[in-house]
């Protein structure tokens, strides 16, 4: 039944995505068919339903998993979409939390109340602070370089996507202020520089490193006052709820395109919902894919593969670095089959390996 399962799903994929779209999946859905690592194991996955989902469930249904999807009340999802895996017979639930499943694969810690057998994966920064203190072992997906990926070279396309989307389609030789230079405003800063933008990034760690061309100036209200006034697109990528409420005033009486890419509402609640787009939400929200699947493959792999690895047993309460053999794998995959094997070069000194601090 699983395999069944999985065909229908990769036969939807194969109406929209190439092969290149997603090779690890791919690579991995190979290598489970034959093995069934998780014949007998009932998981269950809270990442955002899209069509590109699909393709995470293939490997784990075609590795004999008994999947259940759940539908996070934190996250956005896909109508048709969810109505696509109930054709095929995956179950969906809305946030059931009383069930226990072999492995949890979560999002934004939406199910760390879910009693799990062997522990959590977790795919997102802000799902971090609801498992620091687990008691059992928790996967930090997105503490790992395979991110890196989908976060600043997707998250960067959607981004411009998501402008062009609200009819932004031209930003050669326009100004734009990112907030923030972690893995999501770096990569839209990249992005956009690529495009012709004049870009300045506003961080309030003086080390951090913008993208090549662009400015960094720190968050200095006198300083920042200037650099809005003058701006064409405001973006926000902080991180942080409320992060740019302090200049709410000036952005609201300026003529600047506003722009959202953090989970939460950035700009604050003096900032009117209409003033950004998407009202709020984020930018690359707005389109029917908000992160295009080539760039989601490697961490939709590194998700799966981490609760293969939860499964061996061995690692301690809490949170968890993904293992750096399996990156490694993914990574040679995606460098060697990948569609987007030729934008790596712009992140491949972070994709190198260093030994991590010890958590």
């Known amino acids: 039944m699983p ?3 999985a065909d229908s799903l990769r036969s939807i994929l194969d109406r929209t995505y190439d092969a290149p779209d997603h090779p690890a999946l791919i690579e991995q859905t190979q290598m489970w068919r034959t093995a069934k690592p998780f014949a007998g194991m009932r998981l269950l996955d809270a990442s955002p339903v899209f069509d590109n989902t699909l393709a995470k469930y293939v490997p784990l249904l075609a590795g004999g998993a008994e999947l259940t999807v759940c539908l996070s009340p934190l996250l956005p999802h896909d109508r048709e979409t969810v109505g696509l895996l109930g054709q095929v017979g995956v179950p969906v639930v809305t946030g059931d939390s009383s069930t226990e499943y072999d492995v949890v694969l979560d999002c934004a810690g939406a199910l760390a109340e879910t009693p799990s057998r062997t522990g959590y994966v977790e795919l997102t920064k802000s799902g ?5 203190s687990c ?16 976060t600043t070279l997707g998250t960067g396309d959607g981004f411009i996507r998501g402008l062009a989307h609200f009819g932004h389609w031209n930003l050669s030789g ?11 405003g770096r990569g839209a800063a990249m992005k956009a ?3 012709g933008a004049d870009v300045t990034v506003i961080d309030s760690d003086p080390h951090a490193q913008p993208p090549a061309g662009c400015t960094l100036i720190p968050a200095d209200d006198v300083a920042v006052q200037a650099l809005l006034a003058s701006a064409w697109c405001v ?24 722009a959202n890419l953090g989970a939460d509402d950035e700009f604050g609640p003096h900032m009117p919902p209409d003033r950004v787009l998407n009202d709020k939400a984020p ?12 760039y989601l493959d490697a961490t939709f792999a590194l998700h799966n593969a ?43 000194h972070e994709l190198r390996w260093q030994a991590p601090a010890d958590r």
């Open 283 to 294: 930018v690359n929200f707005a389109l029917a894919e908000p992160t295009r699947l080539r």
């Open 128 to 132: 971090e602070r609801v498992y620091e």
């Open 174 to 184: 326009r100004s734009l202020v990112v907030f923030g230079s972690g893995k999501v």
């Open 306 to 348: 981490c609760a293969l690895a939860l499964l061996a047993g061995g690692k301690h309460a809490g949170l968890n670095r993904p293992p750096r053999a399996v990156e490694d794998e993914i990574l040679a995959v995606v460098r060697a089959s990948s569609a987007i094997t030729g934008e790596l070069p712009g992140i491949e």
């Open 3 to 5: 395999d069944d399962r």
């Open 235 to 258: 973006v926000s990528a902080t991180g942080v709820r409320g992060a740019l409420d302090p200049w709410a005033d000036t952005l609201i009486r300026s003529d600047a395109v506003l």
């Open 135 to 150: 008691r059992q072992p928790v996967f930090l997906a997105d503490d790992s370089r395979v991110k890196l990926i989908e």
């Open 193 to 195: 520089r690529g495009v």
